[in-house]
């Protein structure tokens, strides 16, 4: 990531990223497809323990309170302590389209696995994919409030401020 | 659309699609840059449509309803009468992961501009993204249903109701 940061995303090299990990280049493609992926590490991960959260909800919530409580608890474990790591992961983003273009689509495959986690539960069809599309969207703009602000609050925090939010755009 | 669905996005040459559509091969590609853009023709129309009734709004509304006016007043200006068009599109889209992520990337930004107008309205930076993000996630989904559905309703009474089920998955 600082390489990405110094170099630009298109003129770091996979070698040059597994060196400064003090990987070897085999060693680097045993975990990562391409040069791409290093910066969706972790999706997968993310994906089934959202998935879980959502199956082991108490009952009786509504669909986005299961969404948020899912979402809150993975900002703890996967992304306290990371702030820095995210922002510059966010600028690498921004700077190329096709990164841009992966994460609209890791995002968008999210929403689809807790929207099914959603039905499992016996949230209809449309209440959960629009739970989940509208979770998903709080969480893209929550993520990066909180990249970018100065680390005095934690990203689940971030999140739970996000969430009040949207239920007062909604006019709820 | 009709050839895309007869024989698949692949296979369908530009040349095919203007011979069916009375045009010449020059023709076609002096309105659109290549045959994805064929699918993707009226997005920056939309976009212009939502950004002018989101600034025409009137006050004093919940930003998401301003979302929403606009989007029903875009889905009877539209899309009325263009079900089975729209629902030949989300076939073909469905079948090829670049035309799905094409789509992705024009929904994106067409919550980028709902958002950036209305900051134009004075509507905090979270709130705006919120809202568009939300908003646009309501026509996906909305869409798609409207698009799978009998053509009972109309796309803007479809949308009205997903508005409806947001505020309910939001527990509002």
Redesign the interface.
Known sequence: MELYGERGFESTTAAEIAERAGLTERTFFRYFADKREVLFWGAAALEAYLVRHVDEAPDGL????VVSLALCSAADDFFDDRREFALRRQQVIAANPEL??RE??KL?NLASAVAEALRRRGVTE??A???A??GV??F??GFE?WARGSGAQTLAEQLRS?FG????????
């Open positions: 509504a669909p986005l309170e841009h273009e609209l689509i968008a449309t209440a994919t629009l739970a599309e509208a969207a709080v893209k703009v409030q996000s939010d949207l239920r007062a755009v909604a006019g709820a």
